[in-house]
C-alpha cells in the first residue's frame, strides 16, 4: 500500500520559515517525480514545486521562486520542501503528490495518481 505522509507544517509569522517534508511507504520516491501542490481557501488546487526523477531538474510556480527550494533525500525516502520568507498569500494546505512511475512534472494534476493528506501552512501575524 503506497503511503505519502507529509509534515512539517504550522503557523508562522510573514518572513519566516518552515520546512515541509513528504515520507513515502510503498513505493520508492527516487523512481518517481515529486509535486508539491497547495490548496489555497477559495481557490482551485495549484503546483508549487516540482523536482524531476534523474536529473534533479526542479520547477517552480513564479511566486515562489526564490524563496521555496524542492529535495529530495533518496536514502530517507523522503521530499522536503524548505519555505522561506513566507508570505501571507502561501498559507493553505500543502500536499505531496507523485505521477505514474517514470512520468515527468506536469502542471496537470490529474496525472498525479498518489497523494498525500496535506499538512497545513498558515502565515499570519
Known amino acids: 500500500q503506497v503511503q505519502l505522509v507529509e509534515s512539517g507544517g504550522g503557523l508562522v509569522q510573514p518572513g519566516g520559515s518552515l520546512r515541509l517534508s513528504c515520507a513515502a511507504s510503498?513505493?520508492?520516491?527516487?523512481?518517481?517525480?515529486v509535486a508539491w501542490i497547495r490548496q489555497t481557501p477559495g481557490k482551485e488546487r495549484e503546483g508549487v514545486s516540482c523536482?524531476?526523477?534523474?536529473?534533479?531538474?526542479?520547477y517552480h510556480k513564479e511566486s515562489v521562486k526564490g524563496r521555496f527550494t524542492i529535495s529530495r533525500d533518496n536514502a530517507k525516502n523522503t521530499v522536503y520542501l524548505q519555505m522561506n520568507n513566507l508570505k501571507p498569500e502561501d498559507t493553505g494546505v500543502y500536499y505531496c503528490a507523485v505521477p505514474g512511475i517514470g512520468d515527468v512534472c506536469s502542471a496537470n494534476l490529474a496525472r498525479y495518481e498518489y497523494w498525500g493528506q496535506g499538512t497545513q501552512v498558515t502565515v499570519s501575524s
Open positions: 523536482i524531476s526523477i534523474n536529473d534533479g531538474m526542479t
Open positions: 510503498g513505493l520508492g520516491l527516487d523512481s518517481y517525480a
